[in-house]
T-cell receptor, first 111, second 118 residues
Framework: GENVEQHPSTLSVQEGDSAVIKCTYSDSASNYFPWYKQELGKGPQLIIDIRSNVGEKKDQRIAVTLNKTAKHFSLHITETQPEDSAVYFC??????????FGSGTKLNVKP | GAGVSQSPRYKVAKRGQDVALRCDPISGHVSLFWYQQALGQGPEFLTY????????KSGLPSDRFFAERPEGSVSTLKIQRTQQEDSAVYLCASRDSTGTGIAKNIQYFGAGTRLSVL
């Protein structure tokens, strides 16, 4: 099956700085890569996703890049705000039915 | 309701007890997923339904875990003879799966049920 590794496990940045979270995957057949944000006591919420036929996607302050050859993808958050503090999960999927999640990154944005 | 609803939010069970966790998906969503999330880890896939059919149960850790969705809407995850290693948050997600475009593949998660087995 798929194996997704995520780094770093914790990330602390100053408000206004950028944050980058990286994931690698093992199954070259994976073709869909969503990122989820999970706040304390809540379920994961999709914040951005990318398909394997696209190299980069942006949505306001967040962007995701995908390198299919190297089998890694990254989440970039610019101009971080305290409300961005949460746990972020990447995932890799082949057939849209079985999501393999990374182990999560706890982002702390210091005001 | 507007989102995926799970109940109870918290469950404490004595080792050996049976528990039942409920998931109410978003109305009209065809697909339903169960995940297990250990403390400090990402969600791990347990099982998947399309309507009432359980199409994939490869993630269920043992035969003590059983899931059903008899009418293609509400789903129940049952754990028999609970053990301490079953302590985790159990997440349910639903997905539209109809229509066109990537939006149909988005999974919407509930807040989860935190199970503690003593």
């Amino acid at each position: 099956g798929e194996n997704v590794e995520q780094h770093p496990s914790t990330l602390s940045v100053q408000e206004g700085d950028s944050a980058v979270i990286k994931c690698t995957y093992s199954d070259s057949a994976s073709n869909y890569f969503p990122w989820y944000k999970q706040e304390l006591g809540k379920g994961p919420q999709l914040i951005i996703d990318i398909r394997s036929n696209v190299g980069e996607k942006k949505d306001q302050r967040i962007a995701v890049t995908l390198n299919k050859t190297a089998k890694h993808f990254s989440l970039h958050i610019t101009e971080t705000q305290p409300e961005d503090s949460a746990v972020y999960f990447c995932a890799a999927i082949y057939n849209f039915n079985k999501f393999y999640f990374g182990s999560g990154t706890k982002l702390n944005v210091k005001p | 309701g507007a989102g995926v609803s799970q109940s109870p939010r918290y469950k404490v069970a004595k080792r050996g007890q049976d528990v039942a966790l409920r998931c109410d998906p978003i109305s009209g969503h065809v697909s339903l997923f169960w995940y297990q999330q250990a403390l400090g880890q990402g969600p791990e896939f347990l099982t998947y339904f399309q309507n009432e059919a359980q199409l994939d149960k490869s993630g269920l850790p043992s035969d003590r875990f059983f899931a059903e969705r008899p009418e293609g809407s509400v789903s129940t995850l049952k754990i028999q003879r609970t053990q301490q290693e079953d302590s985790a948050v159990y997440l349910c997600a639903s997905r539209d799966s109809t229509g066109t475009g990537i939006a149909k593949n988005i999974q919407y998660f509930g807040a989860g049920t935190r199970l503690s087995v003593l």
